[in-house]
């Protein structure tokens, strides 16, 4: 039975560098995804990881055991990104679909593949339009996996105000992408 997230904190707040990686395997594939949603390149996104998982280990000391670990390691996330913006002064930020699963998913027809990369392409510009408030609780609860309460607690909002903007950010999508397909009128 694997160890709970807790059980593997607190191994590798004693210095348990096995349990440190354990943790590494099991957030690194969404922490990435994230950056990669947030950064200008694949580059940027892997050694934004990488000094994400350094931070973490540094400050895993300071963390509280039965806090959110997904709300504490995506807010230092978040932070971190923040932190390249401001240093590279990147004039817009990128945002990853919502659906990059149906885009990832392997496709034996390529024109599906294609439609499906349109798709993607169609609700990335979507989401990017997004007011600042409305973008960041769609990429924390959709894009990095949270669940509302730890997408509050990573944004320092309550419960209510994640489910009413994640509500007014679907209803935005979805006007936004009607608007694009074909036949349909403005």
Request: net charge positive; no cysteine.
């Amino acid at each position: 039975m694997p160890e709970t997230v807790d059980i593997l904190i607190a191994k590798a707040q004693g210095g348990d560098s096995a349990a440190f990686r354990d943790l590494m395997d099991a957030w690194g594939p969404r922490v990435l995804a994230f950056m990669k949603s947030r950064l200008d390149s694949e580059e940027d996104a892997l050694d934004a990881t990488q000094e994400l998982f350094i931070r973490v280990w540094s400050a895993l000391g300071r963390f509280r055991l039965g806090a959110s670990f997904p709300a504490w390691i995506f807010t230092i996330a978040a932070n971190l990104v923040r932190n390249r913006w401001k240093s590279r002064s990147l004039d817009r930020r990128k945002t990853e679909a919502v659906g990059v699963e149906l885009a990832a998913a392997p496709s034996g027809d390529p024109s599906e593949a294609a439609l499906d990369e349109l798709r993607s392409e169609e609700l990335r510009g979507a989401v990017a339009t997004l007011p600042a408030d409305l973008r960041r609780v769609v990429e924390f609860y959709y894009f990095a996996g949270l669940d509302i309460r730890e997408t509050a607690t990573a944004l320092g909002l309550g419960e209510e105000a994640v489910k009413s903007r994640l509500f007014r950010a679907r209803s935005k999508l979805r006007t936004a992408l009607e608007k694009s397909q074909p036949g349909k009128r403005s």
